[in-house]
């Protein structure tokens, strides 16, 4: 089970390919551009993230074929983001993914600009069967890389997807101008925020506290490698949500992320004053500073 | 019961009579330094601290006189640093405090030199009798303060303690050369130390994650203003303990603070490797290098 593939092509996948490559032989790596992939065999560097890493030729086989790189592959790591994993898996039907092991949840915190830069940074392998996960960790670990392992995938999942959205709820505060006494405020209150989601979407007894959750949302919001804190920065100095993406060269994952919570939470209905608020400011174009202190009046 | 009288003369005292002067016309300011109070007398400025805030003469007035600021005074706010405390108040006697209301807990987040911005802060005012709590929290309520309050004198107290030790070890970890991955594992388990601590030794029912324990760390741990934190750095980048000490104008409260922490704790034995490992390279002249990489051993 050391065959390991990565899907993605974007900082993340960039960096699991390093860090795997302290463990791993055969690494079997996906991305969607043709160009890309005859640039990282030529020059083994990605040229669009991280591209001071170094990518062992020998050790990994980039590819614009999934199902080839599936097939090669004994355990495969998601590295695409949310929204666009179903559109990187099109092709793919059940039974190629048959007797795979499926890793989805790596948590943070953790920048992968870090990661290039061999920062110690510690993972959460989220996998339902702690053996797998286990082994994973194995396969992760090295100077650089402390990994702890859970089961609890829907809760780290969630709480990886809603650190986005508050990330950007930082970044729209700190546009307008409130300062770090009010981001502490507002980071207290979406760890709250977090906890509530997951408890009730899927309740099991878990410390919220834990790196995994706390550290993920502390690293994703206040940052200076943030995509999602920037992008939403941008909104909060009063770039207009097209324009602001536009400026960006990244994807900031929370601008998704906020819709689908969303319209999950339409069914379970828990308090959110935090995750509402970037909902109405990016699709229903209410003012930011309207809405920030609306918010401010519901946070203790 | 609006005669108030702030002890200190410090950054968070100048920063409490800033925000008093919107709802309070009578303050009754000590510090220790009659040039100081000169200074104040003549220029409406402290000379040493938010040297930008304008203190208005027809409330407030300034006094080296302790006996006179706590006859003159209603309420008494204590906002000199912990290991000052003793010494500001050797004349009193307990006959002088008799009638008074005695404020001392008064938790962040909030950074003193951002209310001088009249940044939007919020504040938990912690008192064993909840209706004094409410009175004075109505005294401080303005534009940019929003206040709650709190029973929990024990753990607001503990807590806003400890968030200036875990300020000194981010400190170091900067300083040393650790990146934002691994401060955000640090703080995860440095409020989770907080809990360890304040619910062994003063067992009551609290949300670790409200503003008054969580957000006073975050501000603390992550500001640029924190001194705690810029203290620690220099410590990490190899300064002594002592020449770290010079260099800076203000107290690095956290300094005092470990020693004390670790003093009660030789009694409560609660697990707190931050904690220790602060007071090993303070006290103990541990290389911090050698310290925090035992320290990331035991985090997770």
New interface residues.
């Given amino acids: 089970m050391s065959n390991v593939g990565v899907i993605g092509g974007g900082s993340w996948a960039t960096a699991l390919v390093k860090i795997l490559s302290n463990n791993v032989s055969n690494i079997n790596w996906w991305m969607r551009s043709q160009e890309t992939v005859d640039y990282i065999n030529k020059y083994q560097h990605n040229p669009n993230y991280l591209s001071s890493v170094e990518l062992l030729p020998e050790k990994v086989l980039v590819s614009t074929q999934i199902k080839e790189v599936i097939s090669k592959s004994d355990i495969l790591v998601l590295a695409v983001p949310a929204a666009f994993i179903e559109e990187a898996l099109a092709s793919i039907n059940p039974t190629d993914l048959k007797d795979k092991i499926l890793i989805s949840a790596i948590s ?4 992968a600009e ?2 290039a ?1 061999e ?4 993972l959460t392998i989220s996998c339902q069967n702690e053996g797998n996960a286990r082994h994973f960790a194995s396969l992760m670990n090295c100077r650089y890389i ?1 990994t ?1 392992t859970s089961d609890d995938i829907y809760g780290t999942e969630y709480a990886a997807v809603l650190k986005n959205v508050f990330a950007i709820a930082s970044g729209i505060a700190h546009g307008i ?9 507002l ?3 979406a ?2 925020e977090i ?1 509530r989601f997951v408890d009730t979407v899927h309740p099991v007894d878990r ?5 995994a959750y ?3 949302l ?2 994703t919001a ?4 943030s995509r999602n804190r920037s992008f939403g920065s941008m909104v909060g100095k009063g770039y207009s949500v097209k324009s602001a993406q536009l400026e960006m060269n990244m994807i900031a994952e929370g601008y998704y992320a906020v819709k689908c919570i969303y319209e999950i939470n339409k069914k379970y209905q828990v308090n959110m004053p935090i995750t509402d608020a970037v909902y109405r400011i990016l699709y229903e174009r209410i003012s930011p500073r309207v809405e920030m202190k609306l918010l ?1 009046d519901k ?2």
Same sequence: chains 1, 2.
């Fill in positions: 943070g915190p953790c920048h870090e990661v830069l920062k110690l940074s510690y402390k702890s101008g409130y300062g770090d006494n009010f981001l502490a405020v980071i207290s209150n760890i709250q906890k410390d919220i506290k834990s790196s706390l550290g993920d502390l690293v206040y940052s200076q490698f401010s946070l203790s």
